[in-house]
Structures are given as C-alpha cells and as structure tokens.
Nanobody, 125 residues
Framework: QVQLTEFGGGSVQPGGSLTLACAAS????????MGWFRQAPGKEREGVAG???????AYADSVKGRFAISYDNAKNTLYLQMNNLKPEDTAMYYC???????????????????WGRGIQVTVSS
C-alpha cells in the first residue's frame, strides 16, 4: 500500500509561483498514473494535471501553459510547478495514484485509488 504526502503549499500573490511535491512511501511500480487534483470550498474535486509512467501528461484547460507536472522515479516524488497563479487557483490540492495507464483517465478523480491528505494553496493580494 502506498502512502502519499503533499508538501509545498502556502500563500502567494497573484502572478507568483509555487511548487508542490508529493512523496510516495514506496515504489510506485512500473505501470501507473499519478495526478494532482484540487477542491475549493463548495466545489467538486477537479483534475488539474496527470502523468503516467509512459510520461504522457494531461492538463485541465484552466492551467495549460501555467502548470507543469513531473515525476522523479529515483525519488518516488510527483511535482507540480505552478506559475502565474491566479486567485481562482486557490484550493486544497491533492495528489493521487492509480494503476492504469489510460490517458483518458488521468484527470478523473474516480479512477484513482490512493490519495494524499491534501495541502492548501491560497492566491491572494
């Protein structure tokens, strides 16, 4: 069983940058997908970015060109580089893992079976 722990959240002004990290407690295997999701108060959890072990990445339209997802196999750590942050990016951010490689599933929360506890990102002036 894999435990996921998020790091790197905090408060930043609009236009600023943050990097989130998600450490996995164990080797994630040779075939997997990992993703970042977020949930703002009163809203449903939404997919932000996902990446599979074939290094295929997908992004929500709202973050394309601003966010970048990556995975360091040597460190079993998932990253989300967030640039040009906007107030609407404010949310609790979660990382998650699933055993499938399906590209069409990368941003679907229901396909993920392991989740971190989440970390807050606040974008405000």
């Amino acid at each position: 069983q894999v435990q996921l722990t998020e790091f790197g959240g905090g408060s930043v002004q609009p236009g600023g940058s943050l990097t989130l990290a998600c450490a996995a407690s164990a080797y994630t295997g040779s075939s997997y997908s990992m993703g970042w999701f977020r949930q703002a108060p009163g809203k449903e959890r939404e997919g932000v970015a996902g990446i599979n072990s074939n290094n295929f990445a997908a992004y929500a339209d709202s973050v394309k060109g601003r966010f970048a997802i990556s995975y360091d196999n040597a460190k079993n750590t998932l990253y989300l580089q967030m640039n040009n942050l906007k107030p609407e990016d404010t949310a609790m951010y979660y990382c998650a893992k699933q055993p499938s490689l399906m590209a069409s599933w990368l941003l679907l929360p229901s396909k993920y079976d392991y989740w971190g506890r989440g970390i807050q990102v606040t974008v405000s002036s």
